[in-house]
């Protein structure tokens, strides 16, 4: 239906802009966050390709608190859904602080703690 639409407003010789602009704001953003999906899957395709799957100098990594490694397995079982609020919260892209690595750092982090941001968030 929206392929259709758009297809028929630009056999109409309308410009491509002026086509999107009248497609429903949230079916805007399906397309958007689909190109999104497309660079962030082209450029970790790449990133693995030339430096392989451990993190290397430069690469953006989550900075953890002191205590936050280990909250969750040490709750009780009546504190667990606020623990693992808790963690949600820390892995909140909003609430994440990032650091670049640096040349010393390579060997205590793991692929986990390297964070590849969204491209347009």
């Known amino acids: 239906f929206l392929e259709r639409n758009l297809l028929g407003s630009l056999a109409k010789d309308l410009d491509p802009l ?13 397309y958007v966050h689909a190109v999104q ?3 962030f ?5 790449r990133r693995v390709k030339h430096f392989g799957r451990g993190p290397v100098v430069g690469d953006l990594v989550a ?8 909250r969750a397995e040490n709750a009780d079982s009546d504190v ?3 623990a693992a609020e808790a963690d949600a919260e820390i892995l909140d892209p909003r609430n994440l602080e990032v650091r ?7 060997e205590t982090c793991s692929i986990f703690d390297v964070v590849l941001p969204l491209p347009g968030d």
């Open 100 to 106: 670049s690595l640096a040349p010393g750092e390579v």
């Open 63 to 70: 900075v953890r608190q002191a205590g936050d490694a280990g």
């Open 41 to 45: 899957n082209h450029v970790l395709s």
């Open 18 to 30: 002026a086509c999107l602009q009248q497609l429903p704001r949230q079916q805007l953003s399906l």
């Open 80 to 82: 667990e859904g606020e």
């Open 37 to 39: 999906s497309i660079i």
